[in-house]
C-alpha cells in the first residue's frame, strides 16, 4: 500500500528540475485548458460527485463551477507571480523571481472532492511544483477523473502523478519521504495537527524544511440581531446548517440570538426545518441526502443522543422508511 506513493514521489522529484523550467504561461496555459475541459463535461463531473458523495446536484454543480473557478485564478496568479518584481532601494536593484519548491503532496478531503482536490492542485502546478494528488478514499473516481482531465489539457505524466488509499497509510508515506517539500491539506484539525507535527520531523536524507499549507475544520455561527429580517435569516440559517447534509467546514452549526427572541426564533427554525424532506442524492425533489457513510450516521446519532441530554430538543426528526436503506 505505501509503496505506490513512494514511486510517486521519487517520481515527480526526478522531473522536478524539467518541470520547475517550464514558463509560468506555459503552465497557467494547461491550468485554462483543464478549466474550458471542466466546462464542457460539467454535468458528467456533478452525476460522478451524487453517485459517489452523495452531494445532490445544485450543491455538486457548484463544486465544479468552484474547480473551474480555482484553475482560472491560479493560471492568472502564476503569470503575475512569475514576473520579476522590482524590489529598489538607493543605490541598488533588488529583482524578486519566484521558483517552485520542490514536490507538492496533496491531500484532498471527500467533501468538495473535486473543488478542493483541484484547487490545490492547480496551486502547485502553477507554482511550478511536480505534484502527487491523492484524493479522499471515498472519492476515487472524482479524484481519477480530475487526474485526467490535467493530462488532457497537456500537464506533463511525470509531473503529476495520482494515488488511491487511506490518509492513514498513503497519506502518511506522503507527509513522511524525504523528497517531499510542500503538503496541501485540508480536513479535521486532528489530522491537519497531526500532518505539522509530522512534517516538522527531518527525515533520513532530507535536506529542505517542508512547508505545510492546512486547512482544518471550524464550528461556525450565525449570528442574529435584533433588526435582523428573520425570513431571510432563517432561510440562510436552513442552507448554512443543511446544504449538503451539514458536511462543510462552512456549516452553520451554532445560531446566536437575543434571548427575548429565543422562543420565537427557535420555533420558526423548527417549522422551517420540517418543510426539509430526506431521500436519495439523485432525486432533485428531496432537500437532504444521506451522509457519507455509516460512521459518519453514527457519529451524528451519538451527538443527538448527546444533545437530548444536555439541552432541550426542540425538533426531532426520523429518516423513517430510508433507515438501512443508505446513511440517513
Known sequence: TCALPIYAVEGCARFQHRYGAFSAQTRAGWLRRAADLMVARRMELA????????????????????AIDFCHYYAGMAEWLAAPHDRNVPG?????????????AVIAPWNFPLAILCGMTSAALAAGCATV???AEQS????????????E???????????????????D????????????????LKVGTLINEKASRLAPG?????????????????????????????????????????????????L?????????IAARLADATRTLSIGPADNPSYALGPVINDEARKRIEDTIVEGRRRGTEILGMSAGSLTGQGSF
Not at 175 to 188: N, Q, R
Not at 235 to 247: I, K
Not at 256 to 264: G, I, K, R, T, Y
Request: charged share 20%.
Open 92 to 104: 541598488e536593484t533588488n529583482i524578486t523571481i519566484r521558483q517552485g519548491r520542490g514536490v507538492a
Open 133 to 135: 494528488m491523492k484524493p
Open 256 to 264: 446566536l440570538v437575543p434571548a427575548s427572541q429565543h422562543d420565537a
Open 140 to 151: 476515487p473516481v472524482i479524484g481519477a477523473l480530475l487526474h485526467g482531465i490535467f493530462l
Open 47 to 66: 452525476a460522478w460527485m451524487v453517485l459517489e458523495v452523495g452531494k445532490n446536484w445544485r450543491e455538486a454543480d457548484a463544486d465544479v463551477a468552484e
Open 206 to 254: 532530507q535536506t529542505h524544511f517542508k512547508r505545510v499549507l492546512a486547512e482544518m475544520g471550524g464550528k461556525n455561527a450565525v449570528i442574529l440581531d435584533e433588526d435582523a429580517d428573520l425570513d431571510e435569516a432563517i432561510r440562510s440559517v436552513l442552507a448554512g446548517a443543511f446544504g449538503y447534509q451539514g458536511q462543510k467546514c462552512s456549516a452553520c452549526s451554532r
Open 173 to 188: 508515506a506522503l507527509v513522511t519521504h524525504p523528497l517531499t517539500s510542500v503538503i496541501a491539506f485540508t480536513g479535521s
Open 153 to 171: 489539457a497537456g500537464v506533463p505524466p511525470e509531473a503529476l502523478a495520482l494515488v488511491q488509499g487511506p490518509g492513514e497509510t498513503v497519506g
